[in-house]
């Protein structure tokens, strides 16, 4: 275990550890099976770790634009000893160029777009649309609501708590990501029903 990144520094999201291995399942099953895939928003790292595990062809290179979470995901990488896991990398989808290689396998973001402005996820999609390979996926994670109504109750209070927080948040209009999607030359391939009301949308760039 390395000394510059104790146990101590590893933090733990409950909701990463109950929602870790659906969404590895999702991702083992849609995602190109060798190349560099950015995870973007990786949060604690637990993701990051799990899921690189399970897919030892692929490159996973996680990032994150908090000072903390990069200090969590080290923590994390370090602890596993994964080779094919990259030191994270600072990055907010909003800022370019992004540091990251031009080609991409897969784009994963797990959480993000309801907790940041929609310009974040406006970026997201373009930054995919730019550098995703041909067959190359951008997986999503998160609550959102299907023309316009909430799909649960939990979900409304969620949103509504969300845009208390700050008005530029809250849970998006699935129909609007997808058309972000269009926009960016990416097809939204599968939507997959998820525990506790998520959902993964499973974008992909046409095989050419």
């Not at 509504?160 to 269009?182: H, K, S």
């Not at 926009?183 to 499973?202: D, H, I, K, Q, Y």
Request: glycine residues 6%; proline residues 7%; aromatic residues 6%.
């Amino acid at each position: 275990m390395s000394t510059d990144h104790p146990d101590s520094l590893r933090r733990i999201a409950p909701a990463a550890t109950r929602n870790r291995d659906v969404i590895r399942d999702v991702l083992v099953r849609v995602l190109q099976k060798s190349g560099i895939v950015l995870e973007i928003a990786s949060g604690t790292g637990q993701h990051a770790v799990h899921v690189a595990a399970a897919l030892p062809d692929i490159t996973w290179q996680p990032s994150d634009p908090d000072e903390k979470s990069l200090a969590s995901i080290e923590a994390w990488r370090a602890h596993a000893a994964l080779a094919n896991l990259n030191t994270p990398v600072a990055l907010d989808v909003r800022a370019t160029p992004w540091p990251v290689p031009d080609s991409l396998a897969g784009i994963v973001c797990i959480n993000m777009i309801h907790i940041a402005p929609w310009a974040a996820a406006e970026a997201l999609f373009r930054g995919a649309g730019e550098r995703l390979t041909n067959g190359g996926v951008l997986f999503l994670y998160g609550p959102y609501k299907r023309d316009g109504a909430h799909t649960a109750p939990s979900n409304e209070a969620f949103d509504a708590q969300l845009r208390a927080t700050n008005p530029d948040w809250g849970v998006r209009n699935m129909e609007d990501v997808v058309e972000l999607g269009r926009r960016a030359g990416l097809t939204m391939e599968e939507t997959v029903s998820m525990p506790a009301n998520n959902f993964s949308l499973v974008f992909r760039r046409a095989r050419i």
